[in-house]
């Protein structure tokens, strides 16, 4: 639907509402808008799609008119007035509806018709940097031709597995490369970002974001600070013992206080997997193909009595790595979709067989399977959307959990009898994947992008800024200066296309180890450090059950009513507690 025609609906819907119910008026409002919007939504996440599984300039130009008619419908003055007039009558207004109406006034802010230059603005310069983004080319010497190009999980590898400093200290430097294009786009973004979220009474587009958990900055921000100190012995400890082992790998002494970044096995810091070596799991599925590690991943969630994904996830879906010379590229970060918000779900992946894509994976179906169990007649369409945004991502990552295991390995074959795993060991090679990543979302993430909006952060500080906040929350530093010709941060994709939520990710280890810890212990009867949720039909109808609502419930009463207790970090901290002794006594050595 062209976005004319549908504000000519609209105008229909307009003349045809109005009577002495407001009940009756609201019910109308919201039929018009969901129908509408489910419309636009649907052109915009194909042109989407089709922008980020082939970039190109035609694909962008597509993606910047389909988002620019569902942004004129959704921040129109009409929409924008209509929602408020029925708010304003809240005690004529069902829970329901008055869901609907909060969540549309939200939409609204993104792209409020009341500055239809600037909204415009933001969404060319958008596409036109996510495209840049996506288009990237990374190179191993950089600036000198020809270009030796490496891919992103080529990069990745030679992090988790090179013990050459030179070589890492190269890579890790070819992995920066892309902040140095996008940093005067993210400055011009963030200005028309923070505009638009203004025209609606929003402090900055970071205030907007937050608004979706019905929480101000300052909460979100106390909140985050909160769960940093629950954290911060756990993670000293951590951090000296891969001081400590990765000065033994890479024959060095010992650094005093912080760890270069070149000598982690990521990019950013963000996890350390890989520093165990008892628990490296790649070789498990040398032998498995790409295709495998998607279907096991379906095959979890059928066995617990979830239903097959579509035949259209397999038709339409862009699941596996381009080969060398392919004539199109695609964003390789790995992606759920929801289509057209009912029965067309995709998944944008590049999956080669090895044990991070096995439990991205399975992660990335989790989204699948909330998008497939809320898309349901009793979850209206704007509301067809995780609890908050974090649910999303806990769902997904308390399958990655149930994915890694034990038991479920060995009971699919992947991991033979004969292979015994060192459970302290095991839970440290989880620690360092999952506490390690909450100072840098919670912390560096979040404290930058907040600064970022909130704070208008200049240009010329975006890396100074970027680091101090490494070093502060993640005890990093880089190999060398960085000055202010770099833009590391920009280098983090979810900066560029995904901005101001990455606190997201900090709320959803909080949920996922809350569920997983109820899902153990009160379903499973088992210890959480190794169960099995595979099979069990039980766990599939407690997770459906929580899934299927949608955004229609308040997410702290629904955590809250399934699991007995509200929201904290202590089923996360109650999980890792045996590694704290282990710990003490192995750095004290």
């Not at 310069?125 to 999980?153: G, H, K, M, W, Y």
């Not at 920066?176 to 025209?199: C, I, M, P, W, Y």
């Amino acid at each position: 639907m062209r976005f004319p025609a549908a504000l000519a609906m609209a105008a229909l819907y307009g003349c045809a509402a109005g009577g002495p119910d407001p009940r009756h008026d609201a019910a109308e409002f919201l039929k018009m808008y969901n129908e509408i919007d489910q419309r636009l939504l649907t052109a915009l996440e194909q042109a989407d799609w089709r922008a980020s599984t082939d970039v190109n300039d035609q694909h962008t130009g597509e993606r910047i008119g389909a988002e620019s008619a569902l942004a004129a419908f959704r921040g129109s003055r009409y929409v924008i007035e209509s929602a408020r007039k029925h708010l304003a009558l809240r005690q004529s207004l069902s829970d329901l509806e008055f869901r609907q109406l909060d969540k549309i006034l939200l939409n609204a802010a993104e792209s409020p018709g009341t500055i239809p230059d600037v909204v415009q603005k933001k969404i060319e310069a958008e596409a036109r940097l996510i495209a840049r983004q996506d288009s990237f080319t990374f190179c191993l010497d950089r600036p000198a031709p020809p270009c030796r190009s490496v891919t992103p999980n080529e990069i990745d590898d030679v992090l988790v597995k090179s013990v050459n400093l030179a070589e890492r200290r190269k890579i890790w430097e070819a992995s920066k490369q892309s902040g140095v294009a996008l940093k005067s786009g993210l400055a011009t973004v963030r200005d028309l970002r923070n505009r638009a979220a203004k025209e609606l009474g929003y402090t900055s587009f970071f205030h907007l974001q937050v608004a979706d958990y019905g929480m101000t900055v300052a909460e979100m921000m106390q909140l985050m600070d909160r769960t940093l100190a629950d954290m911060q012995p756990l993670y000293d400890q951590l951090h000296l013992y891969a001081r400590r082992r990765l000065a033994r790998r890479y024959k060095q002494t010992v650094p005093p206080k912080t760890l270069p970044a070149h000598w982690l096995p990521n990019r950013w810091g963000q996890q350390w997997e890989g520093l165990v070596e008892t628990a490296d799991l790649d070789p498990l599925f040398k032998d498995k193909s790409a295709e495998w590690i998607v279907q096991q991943s379906e095959r979890f969630y059928t066995s617990l009595g979830m239903p097959p994904l579509p035949k259209s996830f397999w038709e339409k879906s862009d699941l596996y790595q381009l080969p060398p010379g392919a004539k199109r590229k695609k964003n390789t970060h790995a992606s759920a979709w929801h289509i057209d918000r009912a029965s067309d779900v995709r998944s944008l992946m590049s999956v080669i067989p090895n044990h991070r894509w096995f439990e991205t994976s399975h992660h990335e179906l989790g989204h699948i399977y909330y998008y497939m169990a809320y898309s349901n007649p009793k979850v209206p369409h704007v509301l067809r959307e995780g609890m908050n945004r974090a649910f999303h991502e806990a769902v997904g990552d308390l399958i990655a959990i149930a994915a890694r295991q034990e038991p479920y390995l060995r009971q699919i074959g992947v991991m033979p009898e004969s292979m015994v795993m060192d459970p302290i060991q095991y839970l440290l090679s989880q620690a360092l994947e999952t506490v390690v990543f909450l100072p840098w979302s919670a912390g560096t993430m979040t404290h930058f992008e907040h600064d970022l909006y909130e704070k208008n952060l200049p240009e010329d500080q975006f890396n100074k800024t970027w680091w101090e906040y490494v070093e502060k929350y993640q005890g990093v530093v880089p190999p060398a200066p960085r000055g202010e010709q770099f833009c590391d941060a920009c280098t983090k994709t979810h900066v560029i296309d995904d901005p101001a939520q990455y606190y997201d990710y900090a709320l959803a280890f909080l949920i996922k180890y809350q569920l997983h810890s109820y899902i153990a212990r009160n379903i499973l009867k088992q210890d959480p450090h190794n169960c099995n949720y595979y099979g069990n039909k039980q766990v599939g109808e407690w997770l459906m059950g929580l899934l299927s609502a949608g955004a229609t419930q308040d997410w702290r009463q629904m955590i809250k009513e399934k699991t007995g207790e509200e929201i904290s970090s202590r089923p996360l901290l109650d999980y890792f507690q045996p590694l704290v002794e282990y710990l003490k006594t192995e750095n004290a050595r």
